[in-house]
Each structure stands twice: as C-alpha cells, then as structure tokens.
C-alpha cells in the first residue's frame, strides 16, 4: 500500500483514510507494506483542510482512528516503511504497524503542541512505551524530530535498514511468506554515533523523570545550569500552554492503557480541541504551516501555563457532549 499524495507529504485526508479501508478488506492475511510515494512516508492529517472546512473532523478523525485501531488489531504482519518524515498521523499508523522500519532518512515526531493540539492516533500509548519513558515524555511535549538510529534504540522502530536496499526489501516482502525472517535478513543496528536525541539522554532523564506539572517541569528546566535546558524551556514557552497540561495528562493516562483505550482517551481530547473549540488549533496551523512564520509565537489562549485552569484540562478530557470515537466493526 502506497499514500500518493506526494506534493502534500502524503498527508491522510478522510478519502485517503477510506482507501486505506479498502485495501485492508482485500488484504487478508497477507503481509501489509505501508509505504509513502516520493521522498517521504506521511506527515500526518492534512491539517489545513481542517481549519478550512472545520465541519468534517469527526468524519476525518473517526476514519484516521479506525485506521489505526484496525492495523494495530490486525492478524496480517503489518509492515511500515519509515522513509524521511513519519510525523503525527504519520507516526500513529507506523505505530500502529507490527514492524516498523527506520533508515538514514527517518524524521520521526509528534509535534502537535505546537499547532494548539496534542499527539494522538496512538501517540500516548508509543511515546510511554519508548525505552526511556523520560524521552518520551520529551518527545511529546516538545514535539523535536528524531532520526533513524535514535527511532531504533528508542523502540520507535523494530528494524533498522539500508536505505539503498530499500527497493530489495519492498520486492523480497512482497513474496516471502516469512516477513519476519525477511526483515531479520535485512536489518543492520546503527552505530549508536548516529543518534541525535538520544546523546541528550541522561539530561533528559534528570529533568523529565516523574513530573507532576508543567509548571515543576518549567521550574526544573530554569533551574538547570545546562544550555540544553535554557533551549528546551524557551522552546516549551513556544508552544500551546493547553495542549501541554492536556498532553501530560494524556500521556500518564496512556502508560496504563490498551492502545484501544488510549486511541478513546486522546479522540475525546482532540474533538474537544480540533472540532468544539478550534482557537488553538486554528491559530497554531495558521501561524506555524500556512504563513509559515517559524519564528511567531502563536496567540494561544490562555497564553501562560499558568492561566489553564484544573477545568479547562478537565474540559478536554472529559469532551462532554461531544462526538466519541466508536472503532468500525468488520
């Protein structure tokens, strides 16, 4: 299965997501190869037609979460191709997939807090299941790319693969019967030189381990000496105060949960955001993808951490009276 959409990074719209159905109806039992057309796998949801036709995200979001949940419940070996950016959406089907495949050009991030969202599609129940759940908790918050090699050693990915023979793969997966085994073959670990994130591991874990709020982690990250910390709080202040408070309960709540139970959990939150009170979203999309101004902090509301309320959390999570995510029956 190819996403062709290649001049909009094949991001999933609700037409490509029914596509997706259909292949997984004729499937079977045979192995799954998702893979993106052109330089890249998927940069997830087509967010601008979102905040252009606001009206059709419970039918855009119901379809990308039954997606997800039927891969990720399949009995077909699913395979993911990672090449260059695996992000959001992108990164929630990856997840979603029994293999998942990095390479030199792997950029794999779930950078919602910085469009007024959070990650979903799975994403709190990938990001608290990496090796270091300190990183995760990083990773979600901050919403920094990381590379192939630090995608392999932090369990993002199962396979680490040339990307020469990439090509090789595709066509030897195609018609073995032992996809594993093919794989297997395949797969050469990284030298762990390559990782870029991860070479900021121990900081990380010093900072992000057992945080109580946004508020302690601000504090903790002023308090450090190290210029890493100086970057990563100016770049926490960069992004959506909301949607980091409802992240870092989304992400406790996911370390416990099935992946079914966490796809609910973080739907109820992204309705509540996306559909029922767009502000955040609208404004963060605006700012960050269709002006492109990088360098403009967008005009969250509340601005500060410290103005989002236990409620306005409790708001999101709770989603009360809005659409829920009810997975398809096959």
């Known amino acids: ?153 932090l369990g993002a990915a199962t396979h680490y693969v040339d990307e020469a023979r990439l090509p090789e793969l595709i066509q030897t997966l195609q018609s073995s019967p032992n996809p594993a085994q093919v794989l297997e073959q395949f797969h050469s670990a990284p030298d762990r030189s390559l990782c870029s994130v991860l070479k900021q591991q121990s900081l990380i874990e010093e900072i992000f381990t057992n945080v109580p709020t946004i508020e302690e982690l601000f504090s903790r990250l002023s308090r450090h000496p190290s210029d890493w910390a100086k970057q990563t709080l100016a770049s926490l202040q960069f992004m959506c105060p909301l949607s980091l408070k409802v992240e870092l309960r989304n992400f406790e709540l996911g370390a416990k949960m099935t992946h079914q139970e966490a796809l609910s959990i973080e739907y109820n939150s992204i309705i509540q955001m996306i559909f029922v009170d767009n502000t955040n979203f609208a404004e963060g999309v605006r700012t960050r993808l269709v002006t492109k101004k990088k360098n403009v902090r967008p005009a969250w509301v509340p601005a500060t951490v410290e103005e989002v309320t236990d409620q306005m959390v409790e708001r999101c999570m709770a989603n009360s009276g809005g659409p829920r995510f009810h997975p398809r029956q096959y």
């Open 1 to 153: 299965m190819t996403l062709n959409r290649p001049k909009v990074l094949n991001t999933l719209s609700t037409e490509v997501l029914e596509k997706i159905h259909a292949v997984l109806n004729r499937v079977g039992r045979r192995t799954l190869i998702i893979q993106g057309s052109g330089k890249v796998l998927c940069a997830g949801g087509d967010v601008v037609a979102l905040i252009t036709h606001f009206v059709i995200c419970p039918v855009f979001l119901q379809t990308e979460y039954s997606v997800v949940d039927r891969i990720h419940r399949s009995e077909s070996f699913s395979v993911a191709i990672m090449k260059g950016l695996t992000m959001g959406g992108g990164a929630g089907l990856a997840g979603a997939c029994k293999a998942r495949v990095a390479m030199q050009s792997t950029q794999w991030a779930f950078p919602e807090v910085a469009i007024g969202v959070t990650p979903d599609v799975g994403g709190s129940y990938i990001l608290t299941r990496l090796t270091s759940k300190a990183v995760g908790l990083y990773l979600a918050l901050a919403g920094e790319r990381i590379n192939g090699a630090d995608c392999f050693y």
